[in-house]
């Protein structure tokens, strides 16, 4: 379907181009608002870190989880295996706290409740915006953890723009990304892409084969109003083996006698994400914007009749769920030195129960939610915050952050405080909504450009925690159910440091989790080397990776509730044997050559699920008449 796509745009790029010959303008587009489904029109926010499509072009990925590990200081919790529900932690929060958005529209599932960073194409962003604390919490909506905020790409070219990516890596996984778009009429781009993973994995039952394909119509309707619509389709299936089964595996690094939990578990997700979204520059100091979005997903799990729960003892269970989200957006600076953000919400979810997730009935269909936020910027001193009122479950939930910055780009201090509510997922069940307090400092300094340093300390504390207990058949978990625990607290400190000497660039990172949190170590630690030369446009350079952690009670991962266990046999302190990556950028290609583990150590961060061994990854990008 993907290539058929491909062959309709590009037979239409043919027929317009004639025009392009007899008149420049015939398809040439308004300056796009380049804030068109930005976190923020004016730009103004305190973004803990934004990665550019150019910047994460440069980076050896597979999935976007690869550019979050070398270039934050997240911590991830991984099955081992790429494309699966591998999801990274900052600041100590948990894999339901996170926020993902759309070009302002929510991506996390009522269902699930969790996005992993796989799910969402590297290619197909303009950039990616990551909020922490108060920002992320009365923005986006994040429940005491981190908002990752997409904003969609966009192109202006009269010529067909084609990218071409290709990576193949560890145990035959093969990937290829595609995207051509060309301007089809006066003011109107239309973008195709699509992308394609595939492996048989390393462990018996860890396969993988996903492909999406997503559809880009901008319609540049003048110099200060954008609107487009876009389509994302998944089609992602994986085998869920829980993890290889240390009791009866006597080596657990031999793939090859190693045996899993669940030989017989396997899952696959169908989803639509379609979108329509304007936005409106009133002046160049007040922008509107509004979308709608219809989310539709068919889950499927596959499985043996011992692994059925009750009296159903079927072995494909299928449910939808299905929601509605529309969000209203209003940005102005009313001065010189204070902006304001505020904005209405609201979402009509619709979910089928099954074995594994509670039905959605009644007032429980509808959320809504209204925000507003402020930033005033009276240097040396910066104060933000704001509230955020959710409606769920027929009830008004306040949701309030605010911070304060003191400082310059030589040295700052912030605090920020949040308190925030978090629905459970269908995953977890109809449980009593969960509620936190994060408390964050951060400290920044910089020496020059050569120098920078950021240390940032918090504390979290959750009142109605959801854990997650096993239902147990023999020796044999089949499923998990949610339950509340006692308050749970959590606390933690986080340096990450750059150093620019000449052309090389070091990057140390320290991860403290002092208390609170089982499933992360006392101790994460993670060295970058780099070295860039620059010839011309064309750019050569190489990086050395390093990652260590301490002792840690890694979690085990139960795929079919998307859920983690506790458990009480820990992981020993390991190093992931260190990543080497060569590259070289001609022109416009890019070639990537990078060894993995190359001291082929053993590491994990979810106990039962070792990550890969040493393996070598080879990735191409490669852009015409970009």
Same mark, same amino acid.
């Given at each position: 379907?993907?290539?058929?796509?491909?062959?309709?745009?590009?037979?239409?790029?043919?027929?317009?181009?004639?025009?392009?010959?007899?008149?420049?303008?015939?398809?040439?587009?308004?300056?796009?608002? /380049?804030?068109?489904?930005?976190?923020?029109?004016?730009?103004?926010?305190?973004?803990?870190?934004?990665?550019?499509?150019?910047?994460?072009?440069?980076?050896?990925?597979?999935?976007?989880?690869?550019?979050?590990?070398?270039?934050?200081?997240?911590?991830?919790?991984?099955?081992?295996?790429?494309?699966?529900?591998?999801?990274?932690?900052?600041?100590?929060?948990?894999?339901?706290?996170?926020?993902?958005?759309?070009?302002?529209?929510?991506?996390?599932?009522?269902?699930?409740?969790?996005?992993?960073?796989?799910?969402?194409? /590297?290619?197909?962003?303009?950039?990616?915006?990551?909020?922490?604390?108060?920002?992320?919490?009365?923005?986006?909506?994040?429940?005491? @953890?981190?908002?990752?905020?997409?904003?969609?790409?966009?192109?202006?070219?009269?010529? /067909?723009?084609?990218?071409?990516?290709?990576?193949?890596?560890?145990?035959?996984?093969?990937?290829?990304?595609?995207?051509?778009?060309?301007?089809?009429?006066?003011?109107?781009?239309?973008?195709?892409?699509?992308?394609?993973?595939?492996? =048989?994995?390393?462990?018996?039952?860890?396969?993988?084969?996903?492909?999406?394909?997503?559809?880009?119509?901008?319609?540049?309707?003048? =110099?200060?109003?954008?609107?487009?619509?876009?389509?994302?389709?998944?089609?992602?299936?994986?085998?869920?083996?829980?993890?290889?089964?240390?009791?009866?595996?006597?080596?657990?690094?031999?793939?090859?006698?190693?045996?899993?939990?669940?030989?017989?578990?396997?899952?696959?997700?169908?989803?639509?994400?379609?979108?329509?979204?304007?936005?409106?520059?009133?002046?160049?100091?007040?922008?509107?914007?509004?979308?709608?979005?219809?989310?539709?997903?068919?889950?499927?799990?596959?499985?043996?009749?011992?692994?059925?729960?009750?009296?159903?003892?079927?072995?494909?269970?299928?449910?939808?769920?299905?929601?509605?989200?529309?969000?209203?957006?209003?940005?102005?600076?009313?001065?010189?030195?204070?902006?304001?953000?505020?904005?209405?919400?609201?979402?009509?979810?619709?979910?089928?129960?099954?074995?594994?997730?509670?039905?959605?009935? @009644?007032?429980?269909?509808?959320?809504?939610?209204?925000? @507003?936020?402020?930033?005033?910027?009276?240097?040396?001193?910066?104060?933000?915050?704001?509230?955020?009122?959710?409606?769920?479950?027929?009830?008004?939930?306040?949701?309030?952050?605010?911070?304060?910055?003191?400082?310059?780009?030589?040295?700052?201090?912030?605090?920020?405080?949040?308190?925030?509510?978090?629905?459970?997922?269908?995953?977890?069940?109809?449980?009593?909504?969960?509620?936190?307090?994060?408390?964050?400092?951060?400290?920044?300094?910089?020496?020059?450009?050569?120098?920078?340093?950021?240390?940032?300390?918090?504390?979290?504390?959750?009142?109605? /925690?959801?854990?997650?207990?096993?239902?147990?058949?023999?020796?044999?978990?089949?499923?998990?159910?949610?339950?509340?625990?006692?308050?749970?607290?959590?606390?933690?400190?986080?340096?990450?440091?750059?150093?620019?000497?000449?052309?090389?660039?070091?990057?140390?990172?320290?991860?403290?989790?002092?208390? @609170?949190?089982?499933?992360?170590?006392?101790?994460?630690?993670?060295?970058?080397?780099?070295?860039?030369?620059?010839?011309?446009?064309?750019?050569?350079?190489?990086?050395?990776?390093?990652?260590?952690?301490?002792?840690?009670?890694?979690?085990?991962?139960?795929?079919?509730?998307?859920?983690?266990?506790?458990?009480?046999?820990?992981?020993?302190?390991?190093?992931?044997?260190?990543?080497?990556?060569?590259?070289?950028?001609?022109?416009?290609?890019?070639?990537?050559?990078?060894?993995?583990?190359?001291?082929?150590?053993?590491?994990?961060?979810?106990?039962?699920?070792?990550?890969?061994?040493?393996?070598?990854?080879?990735?191409?990008?490669?852009?015409?008449?970009?």
């Amino acid at each position: 379907m993907c290539l058929l796509a491909w062959l309709i745009l590009a037979s239409a790029c043919a027929i317009a181009a004639p025009m392009v010959s007899d008149s420049s303008a015939a398809d040439s587009l308004v300056q796009p608002l /380049p804030f068109h489904g930005a976190v923020s029109a004016l730009g103004r926010l305190d973004v803990y870190r934004t990665f550019t499509r150019d910047a994460i072009a440069g980076l050896p990925y597979r999935t976007l989880e690869d550019v979050l590990d070398w270039r934050t200081a997240s911590y991830t919790l991984s099955t081992g295996a790429i494309g699966d529900w591998n999801v990274p932690l900052l600041f100590g929060e948990r894999p339901r706290d996170h926020a993902v958005r759309a070009d302002g529209m929510p991506m996390t599932s009522a269902a699930v409740g969790i996005v992993p960073p796989a799910m969402m194409s /590297p290619e197909f962003l303009e950039q990616v915006d990551l909020l922490v604390g108060s920002d992320a919490t009365i923005l986006a909506g994040a429940s005491s @953890g981190t908002a990752y905020w997409f904003q969609q790409p966009w192109y202006n070219t009269r010529t /067909p723009y084609t990218r071409v990516w290709y990576c193949q890596s560890a145990y035959d996984f093969l990937a290829t990304d595609g995207v051509l778009s060309q301007n089809v009429a006066r003011n109107v781009n239309a973008t195709l892409g699509f992308r394609r993973m595939v492996t =048989p994995g390393r462990y018996p039952n860890q396969w993988l084969d996903v492909w999406n394909t997503r559809a880009l119509l901008r319609w540049n309707v003048s =110099p200060v109003l954008n609107l487009s619509l876009v389509h994302r389709f998944a089609n992602w299936g994986l085998g869920a083996n829980g993890g290889v089964d240390p009791t009866i595996s006597d080596d657990p690094t031999n793939e090859r006698t190693a045996q899993v939990f669940y030989s017989k578990l396997d899952e696959r997700l169908f989803r639509h994400d379609v979108a329509l979204l304007g936005t409106y520059q009133l002046s160049p100091h007040r922008v509107a914007s509004a979308g709608i979005a219809v989310q539709l997903e068919q889950w499927n799990l596959y499985r043996t009749p011992a692994l059925a729960i009750g009296a159903d003892s079927s072995t494909h269970v299928l449910w939808r769920n299905d929601a509605v989200n529309g969000f209203v957006r209003w940005e102005e600076q009313l001065a010189s030195e204070l902006i304001a953000i505020a904005g209405a919400e609201a979402s009509v979810v619709a979910a089928g129960g099954s074995d594994y997730t509670a039905p959605q009935t @009644g007032s429980d269909r509808f959320q809504g939610a209204g925000f @507003g936020y402020v930033r005033w910027d009276a240097s040396p001193v910066v104060i933000r915050g704001g509230l955020r009122l959710l409606l769920a479950r027929g009830q008004l939930f306040p949701i309030a952050g605010a911070a304060v910055r003191v400082g310059d780009r030589a040295f700052a201090v912030t605090f920020d405080g949040s308190r925030t509510v978090r629905i459970p997922s269908l995953a977890e069940g109809l449980l009593p909504p969960e509620r936190a307090w994060l408390l964050m400092v951060r400290l920044e300094t910089a020496f020059d450009s050569a120098v920078r340093v950021a240390v940032t300390g918090y504390w979290r504390r959750y009142d109605n /925690p959801i854990v997650a207990e096993p239902i147990v058949r023999g020796d044999t978990i089949i499923a998990t159910s949610g339950a509340v625990a006692s308050p749970m607290h959590r606390s933690g400190l986080t340096v990450e440091t750059l150093w620019r000497i000449g052309r090389l660039q070091l990057r140390p990172q320290l991860v403290f989790s002092f208390t @609170g949190a089982r499933e992360l170590p006392f101790l994460y630690a993670t060295l970058s080397l780099g070295y860039e030369h620059r010839i011309g446009r064309n750019r050569i350079g190489g990086e050395l990776f390093l990652r260590a952690r301490t002792q840690v009670f890694a979690d085990r991962f139960i795929p079919q509730s998307w859920s983690y266990l506790p458990m009480e046999i820990p992981l020993s302190a390991a190093t992931d044997g260190g990543t080497v990556m060569l590259w070289a950028q001609l022109g416009n290609a890019t070639v990537k050559l990078a060894m993995g583990n190359v001291l082929s150590a053993y590491y994990a961060t979810l106990s039962t699920f070792p990550q890969l061994d040493r393996h070598i990854t080879l990735s191409v990008g490669w852009s015409f008449f970009d």
